[in-house]
Every structure is written in C-alpha cells, then in structure tokens.
C-alpha cells in the first residue's frame, strides 16, 4: 500500500490526462509489434517509432502491440495518431488500475491485469495489458516480458484458424481470453501450493505453516480483488451494443462471462480452504498442548504419592521406629515402585495414556 501511494504521489497537482508513467519500468526500449492480417495474408514486423503507427484502412485487420510503457512520449504519439482521449492515454500509462471497460464512440477501452505465481517461491508478479479496439484495429499495450500474448501469434500463422477469418472485435475477445486462461494456470499454481501446506498441516504443523497459511491467504485475497472486477468486465462486453462488437461476437463473449464466473467460484472455494486450513492449525496446536498437559499431569500424580512418603520420613521426630529396621530402606522403594506401578496400570484403564 505504501508503494501504491508513492507511486499515485507523482500526480499529484497535475491537471487531468498528464502523461506521468505510474508503475517500474520493465523494458530498456518500447518494443512495437505491427501485425497486419486477413484471411489470405499475414504480415509482421516491428516498428522503430511511433510515426510508423498510423491508422489505414485497407479492409484488413491490424494489431499494435505495445511492449514497454515507460516512454510517455511513444506512447503519447500513439495515442495521438489514433485519436486516443487524453484520459485513456493516462489510464494506459498508470499501471495500477484495476480491471475495467470503458466505451468511446466507435471503440472500446479495456484495462485488466496478467498475474504470474513462481511455482517455487510462491511469488506473485502482476502485469497491466489495456487494449483499445474498433472495428479494423487493436491496440495493446503491455508493461514488459514476459509476453502474454504469445499464444495468439502462434494462432494467427494458422491459415485456416477462426481468427484470421474475423474482425479485431474477435482479436480483442481472444486478447482477454488468453488474460483470463493465465488466472486459470495462477489459480493452478495456487492449488498446488494449497496442497503442499495442506499436507504440511496434517503430518508436521509449525510456526512456517501457519505463515505459509497467512501469505496464501493474502495471495487469494490480492487475486479476489482482481477477478470480481474481471467479471464486471465480461459482463459488460457481453451486454454492450456497441456497433465495435458483432453479433457473432457476443456468443464467444458469453463463454467469457462463464469462466470469469468460474473463477470467482474457486477463488471462493480456496479462500473457504484456507479459511479451514487456519482452524485446523489452531486446533492441532491446541492439541498438542493438551498431549503435552496431560503428560505433565500425570507425572505429576505419580509423584504426588512419593513426595508424600518422603515428606514424612523427612521430618525431624525422634521417635520413628522404620527408620530403625534393617530393611527400611528396600522397603520404602518397594513400597514407591508398587505405587507407581499401580497408578500406571490406572491411567492405562482409563486410557488416559
């Protein structure tokens, strides 16, 4: 929280719609990816400069991908060239937005968030990806590598593929997809390490368990505040009447609401799970300390007895006639041991060892 803040400070006083880049920078240099494609051709190629970037229209689909959002002055002339809102501009520069949607006329804004877990470490690492889209353009843009979009490429080589034969509304619909398929490989990483502690908890629980349990908490709470607005956001592209979106669109935007629905319900279902996981630690401590009371308890009640008899062949009377016997001594250990023996076999009935 404390790092949001400073990060919001460096706006502070500057009028709306100033180009401030929020966020770390991640790339030396800004990386622009110029994808031009239709049914029959596919053509690709990186651009030097901004300049490089002007809107055509030729009856086919372009996709202008962003890599790197530190250069405010890049990313302003895009922005420029485009006919981007000044306010959009800024949204894309200020890497700690939330998900969201937002409709110009003749276009849509799309702001969402990439999420990536170490499957070692547990570490969770967030991307910001905004699109802007109208009929024949997309234009994404994307804080550094790794690159979220890889697996549209690859699709975008196959001639015969679905979205070579459609408009960017399409494009920008897989664009989302693939963002909502990288929660499903989080949550996937998540799981595992769910178990891991899981396991941990039930064979050997210890202070770093409840800790693991307290950072996945945090991690499922951080992914909770991501997914809610995702749903918003499918929802409202699926209800939009925007002329951006086709008709046939709006049926692959439909499975798009189901699985952000999907994820809502097993980031519920893991939070319930840990939320579990954290009652069943206190009460495998708890326990522990009662295994560890009861056999402190019963050492103590077989010594009761023996502090009894020493304390009263201990006191000072002269007058004792045990102490004059020859075998006084053997006897008063056999006297202890039958005792013991006997409050052993006791506790034993009553299972109480």
């Known amino acids: 929280m404390e790092l949001f803040l400073k990060r919001q400070a460096k706006k502070a006083g500057l009028p709306p719609g100033s ?14 990816n110029v994808t031009e494609y239709n049914e029959s051709e596919l053509r690709e190629h990186v651009v030097e400069g901004a300049d490089e ?9 372009t996709w202008i991908d962003v890599v790197g959002l530190h250069d405010t002055e890049t990313i302003g002339k895009i922005g420029h060239n485009f006919g981007l809102h000044p306010l959009l501009v800024e949204d ?29 470490t547990h570490d969770i690492s ?27 490429r690859k699709r975008l080589m196959k001639t015969n593929g679905r979205l070579r034969s459609t408009g960017a509304d399409y494009l920008a619909y897989s664009l989302i997809d693939t963002v909502v398929d990288h929660y499903f490989i989080a949550l996937e990483s998540l799981g595992g390490w769910i178990d ?4 941990e908890l039930l064979f050997d629980p210890s202070m770093k368990t409840m800790q693991e349990i307290h950072r996945l908490r945090r991690a499922v709470l951080f992914l909770k505040k991501s997914v809610w607005p995702m749903r918003e956001l499918a929802a409202d592209l699926e209800r939009s009447d925007n002329p951006v979106i086709r008709d046939a669109t709006k049926l692959y935007l439909r499975d798009l609401t189901d699985h952000t629905v999907r994820l809502v319900e097993i980031i519920e279902a893991f939070r319930d799970m840990i939320s579990g996981m954290q009652d069943i630690y206190l009460s495998s401590v708890s326990n522990r300390m009662n295994e560890v009371m009861k056999v402190l308890t019963i050492f103590a009640s077989i010594f009761i007895p023996f502090t009894f008899i020493a304390g009263i062949y201990g006191m000072n009377f002269k007058y004792m006639p045990e102490l004059e016997w020859r075998w006084s001594y053997p006897a008063l250990w056999g006297v202890i041991l039958v005792i013991g023996v006997c409050m052993l076999i006791y506790f034993k009935r009553k299972r109480w060892l």
């Open 19 to 32: 180009l401030v880049h929020v966020g770390t920078p991640k790339m030396d240099k800004v990386r622009i």
């Open 53 to 61: 970037c002007l809107p055509e229209d030729r009856g086919i689909v």
């Open 92 to 120: 894309v520069l200020n890497t700690n937005q939330r998900a969201k949607i937002e409709e110009y006329e003749g276009r849509i804004f799309v702001v969402l968030k990439v999420y990536y877990i170490d499957k070692q």
């Open 126 to 152: 967030a991307e910001q990806v905004s699109l802007m889209f109208n009929r024949d353009t997309v234009i994404s843009f994307q804080e550094g590598d790794p690159d979220a979009f890889q697996s549209i």
């Open 196 to 199: 891991s502690v899981e396991e």
